[in-house]
T-cell receptor, first 112, second 116 residues
């Protein structure tokens, strides 16, 4: 049983550039979540997919953020026109129900 | 607002001793899950233990156990026989928004230091 994987693990970009992160959930999990975590804080919910449907988006997710989960498998999170305030760890989690979420190692984004 | 509160920013414990981390939450729901996650310096979030609110019996996973007080909306984590590898940030989490979605709301975290 492989866990949740995320790529890349680290990303450094210049302000104004677009970045895309990928998450591969545990294969039998139909639920996929994205969270953002800044240093010393708990993760904050960004968005949630059940299969390919994006069922909820946080108000934290500005118009510059978009997420997809084609075919209900892997998911991508894109940030357009990055800002320094976007620097954070982006965490992906998956589950087969509300009883547990399993997290990936995260993608650490630094916007210069 | 449905919130999760961890009132201890930092805790420390001697190796082999017991430590308890506190968490309180606020909800009007009757059926839900509660979770403790561990995040070591490598930063991968690991599920430590979960509690189902409708179960009166406190959950136990090896050296980790919870003290769940539903009426008081309290959910503390007890770590027995602490080991150096237990050093991490611990987060209490709760699926605000209902179990149908399961999106988690996390507390502020407690940094646990284990002294040899």
């Amino acid at each position: 049983d492989t866990g949740v994987s995320q790529n890349p693990r680290h990303k450094i970009t210049k302000r104004g550039q677009n970045v895309t992160f990928r998450c591969d959930p545990i294969s039998e999990h139909n639920r996929l979540y994205w969270y953002r975590q800044t240093l010393g804080q708990g993760p904050e919910f960004l968005t949630y997919f059940q299969n390919e449907a994006q069922l909820e988006k946080s108000r934290l997710l500005s118009d510059r953020f978009s997420a997809e989960r084609p075919k209900g498998s892997f998911s991508t999170l894109e940030i357009q026109r990055t800002e320094q305030g976007d620097s954070a760890m982006y965490l992906c989690a998956s589950s087969s129900g509300p009883w547990a979420q399993y997290f990936g190692p995260g993608t650490r984004l630094l916007v210069l | 607002a449905q919130t999760v509160t961890q009132s201890q920013p930092e805790m420390s414990v001697q190796e082999a001793e017991t430590v308890t981390l506190s968490c309180t939450y606020d909800t009007s729901e009757s059926d839900y899950y509660l979770f403790w996650y561990k995040q070591p310096p490598s930063r991968q979030m690991i599920l430590v233990i979960r509690q189902e609110a409708y179960k009166q019996q406190n959950a136990t996973e090896n050296r980790f156990s919870v003290n769940f007080q539903k009426a008081a909306k309290s959910f503390s984590l007890k770590i027995s026989d602490s080991q150096l590898g237990d050093a991490a940030m611990y987060f209490c989490a709760w699926p605000a928004g209902g179990t149908s979605y399961g999106k988690l709301t996390f507390g502020q975290g407690t940094i646990l230091t284990v002294h040899p």
